[in-house]
């Protein structure tokens, strides 16, 4: 008979590596769940009903689950040659580095970097609970890169540093495999029924709440716990079996009138105002006797808008100025002045070529604004119409337009030097009538290119070029690589479960030769596919060469395409004629598209055409 066993990995790396590793064990079954701290409650409340003998996980989350469950838990461990590779990684960093970790991470981060005489500040921990204060600690001693557990790295991003997680190995797996099963041998015990809330899901981003007939907590998912903590009310466990009446009047005044109303769309298009933000209300009723009364779940207008309003949306975690990386004099320059454009309201206009990180800075000035608790909208300009700026901006008969809900924090236009003249225009006009509201625009047309283009509105450049700042290319700032290298590793180690500590000097060597016109993207898209090319620990100089040969074949086969398919012999004259014509025969004849994509307006573009036909004939 099989050991039933239930892995709970706090990073998908993980769990690819238990599922590659628990094929070599055959006296246990298993299945593998990725989920982090009370992610992990849920499966554990299942985990006794569903006949699972033994659960494993790691760190945080394994101490956790302890509490919660009466079955043995067994450890991921942390080896010493886990240590050994994370710390290979950021030895030469020139960011300052700390690990926050338990007693044994601590230990055994110190055995090892004392024999490779390397001193890392080491900040101690005993409990999940201090792990904010500890990256507090160590963000105010000018710490940049934080080792830790997934609990410290997620904390970390949260926070808006870098963390890099430390992965447990092949050697930590199989030691945890041996574990499980002497564990096995010696400790077995009862199963205890799930319990009665096994049908309510606990992860979700809306607030859910369970009522009995006496609207009586029954149930709440954590957003909702916290939704309500923050409304004074108390915690969770205290709220749990009180009535809504004291704890959230204004949902239990809307349920208690849909009770009295004798309508089948009763609960439709509710809404509610609880502190400060607006939500939509659904609620269904229990059929299930013995079960819950009503299940309630609160969207906030935020989540809602974003789910169905495809032409902007919300970035599920902005970038902030910590999450810059490099030290060149150019990234700091541009840093610098970013910052300093965060503490005005005026509207912002960022240029830089195509993959510069554009977004990423516009990103960066809303999260250090006065308006970063204010939402941040990003509408990609690219191919958007008039109808749907005006859908947008106005909304429907049934749906409040952006600007119309009282929104009052950034929104920003990526590649706004693509919008039609007609969108341009509604965009000014949305300027001028909403300036509660701050506008960050970018593009990768230079504004003085912009400005000498007709059909372009020069008043909409004015508008949004209250401040202006330009986003450097790579090429320009190429010692920063090295440390983009390092966090591009840290984030691929976490999803994959491979343990690359770096790239071979011959094989950086590749990377610096080459100039990256496609910048910050074709960087990152360039290092991910050799980090998937790697088998060893290291990127070699063959798997650099490999991607980086196909990179410049197809810049290659693109400029032959151009110089072959339009003669640039001739006056200027005539070789705008040729292109006009090209364009319009790849569009299909199709003279708005052919305007569009030229920038051109019908009259200018009816001008032209008619000098070309004039000419042929």
């Known amino acids: 008979m099989k050991i039933k066993v239930l892995a709970i990995a706090p990073y998908v790396g993980l769990r690819d590596l238990l599922l590659e590793m628990v094929q070599e064990e055959t006296m246990i079954r298993m299945d593998v769940e990725v989920a982090d701290l009370e992610e ?33 838990v067994v450890d991921i461990p942390v080896s010493g040659y886990d240590i050994l590779r994370v710390l290979t990684l950021i030895r030469r960093t020139n960011s300052k580095v700390a690990i926050i970790g338990f007693p044994n991470i601590c230990k055994a981060v110190a055995e090892v970097s004392s024999l490779l005489d390397f001193e890392i500040p080491i900040i101690q921990i005993s409990d999940q609970t201090e792990v904010r204060g500890a990256l507090r600690q160590a963000f105010g001693d ?5 080792l830790g557990d997934a609990v410290t790295v ?18 930590s797996v199989g030691d945890m495999f041996r574990e499980v ?4 041998d010696v400790y077995r015990q009862g199963r205890e029924q799930t319990m009665f809330y096994r049908d309510i899901l606990d992860q979700d981003t809306r607030a859910i709440i369970a009522l009995d007939d006496r609207h009586r907590i029954l149930f709440m998912n954590q957003t909702a716990g916290e939704l309500l903590a923050s409304s004074g009310s108390g915690d969770a466990d205290a ?10 009047p204004a949902l239990y005044k809307l349920i208690s009138g849909a009770e009295e109303a004798d309508s089948t769309a009763k609960w439709s298009k509710q809404f509610l105002y609880l502190n400060e933000q607006q ?10 006797e013995g079960s819950f009364r009503y299940l309630v779940s609160l969207d906030s207008i935020e989540n809602w808008r974003n789910e169905r309003r495809f032409a902007a949306y919300i970035p599920p975690r902005l970038t902030t100025f910590n999450q810059m990386v490099g030290s060149s004099v150019m990234l700091n320059r541009t840093i610098a002045k970013a910052q300093k454009y965060a503490l005005s309201d005026r509207n912002l206009w960022i240029s830089g070529e195509r993959g510069t990180g554009k977004s990423l800075f516009a990103q960066a000035i809303h999260s250090a604004s006065r308006r970063h608790a204010q939402g941040f909208y990003m509408i990609p300009c690219e191919g958007m119409t008039g109808q749907e700026t005006d859908l947008l901006l106005k909304g429907t008969a049934e749906e409040l337009g952006l600007p119309e809900t009282g929104f009052g924090g950034t929104i920003y236009l990526n590649n706004v030097d693509r919008l039609d003249r007609e969108a341009q225009d509604q965009w000014l006009q949305a300027i001028r009538r909403y300036p509660q509201i701050r506008f960050i625009a970018s593009s990768s047309t230079s504004l003085t290119r912009l400005k000498g283009k007709a059909d372009y509105n020069h008043e909409l450049i004015a508008a949004l070029g209250e401040l202006q700042m330009a986003v450097p290319p790579l090429k320009e700032r190429m010692e920063d690589i090295d440390e983009i290298i390092r966090v591009m590793i840290a984030n691929y180690n976490f999803q994959s479960g491979k343990q690359i500590v770096g790239f071979r000097e011959a094989a950086l060597d590749e990377l610096l030769q080459y100039d990256w016109p496609g910048n910050l993207r074709e960087l990152e898209r360039a290092i991910h596919e050799m980090l998937v090319l790697t088998q060893g620990n290291h990127v070699e100089k063959k798997d650099a060469v490999t ?3 196909q990179y410049k074949e197809s810049l290659i086969a693109d400029a032959d395409t151009v110089s072959t398919t339009i003669d640039l012999r001739g006056t200027l004259e005539e070789i705008e004629r040729r292109i006009i014509t090209y364009v319009l025969q790849e569009e299909g004849m199709n003279q708005s598209k052919t305007c569009k994509r030229l ?3 019908r009259t200018t573009f009816w001008r032209k055409m008619n000098k070309t036909f004039n000419n042929e004939t």
């Open 599 to 601: 920038g051109m307006n």
């Open 154 to 171: 997620r904390a970390a991003q949260e926070m808006g540093y870098h963390g890099i997680l430390i992965t447990s190995g092949k050697e």
């Open 40 to 72: 992990a409650l849920p499966l554990i409340q299942q985990a006794e009903e569903k006949g699972y003998d033994i659960i494993i996980s790691r760190g945080g989350t394994a101490n956790l689950i302890r509490k919660h469950s009466s079955l043995p």
């Open 547 to 549: 991607v980086i040969e």
């Open 181 to 184: 099963r002497r564990v096995y």
């Open 279 to 288: 939500y939509k209300v659904s609620v269904s009723e229990g059929r299930k």
């Open 239 to 248: 709220l749990s079996g009180s009535s809504i009446q004291y704890s959230l």
């Open 142 to 146: 000018k710490v940049q890169i934080v």
